[in-house]
């Protein structure tokens, strides 16, 4: 299927919910043939921790780069290593699986501060 040339960001909710439906739309309407229940899961997983340890999305955005897609989340919060390839989380624990899914779903994950705002950047290959 041909991927439509949308390199323009698109501005994604601060909710993980409604960002999931925009990005499903997106990704939809640009004929994108990759894992998006990946995408949604990692996306929706890295949203969750930008509320639960970073005070909060302060921004969303995603855009596809060639063949790739780039989701963009920034908060408030202190930053973190993204480990390349963290442990297994303890299954059994209510938290902690985050980072281990985003990590294991993304081709390809880092931080960018940005004055006050800490970006993960997530790529996603088809």
């Known amino acids: 299927m041909m991927v439509s040339a949308l390199t323009r960001p698109v501005e994604l909710s601060r909710q993980p919910a409604l960002a999931r439906r925009e990005l499903t739309a997106m990704l939809t309407d640009?004929?994108?043939?990759?894992?998006?229940d990946g995408v949604l899961l990692a996306v929706h997983e890295a949203m969750v921790n930008a509320h639960r340890h970073g005070g909060?999305?302060?921004?969303?955005?995603?855009?596809?780069?060639?063949?790739?897609?780039?989701?963009e989340i920034a908060d408030r919060g202190r930053g973190f290593?993204?480990?390349?390839?963290?442990?297994?989380?303890?299954?059994?624990?209510?938290?902690?699986?985050?980072?281990?899914?985003?990590?294991?779903?993304?081709?390809?994950?880092?931080?960018?501060?940005?004055?006050?705002?800490?970006?993960?950047?997530?790529t996603f290959d088809r």
């Open 30 to 36: 640009a004929g994108w043939d990759g894992d998006v």
């Open 56 to 71: 909060g999305v302060t921004h969303a955005g995603a855009r596809l780069d060639g063949h790739s897609l780039v989701v």
């Open 81 to 122: 290593d993204v480990p390349d390839s963290p442990g297994m989380p303890d299954l059994t624990a209510e938290r902690g699986r985050g980072l281990f899914l985003i990590r294991h779903l993304a081709s390809d994950a880092h931080l960018v501060r940005n004055g006050a705002d800490v970006r993960l950047v997530l």
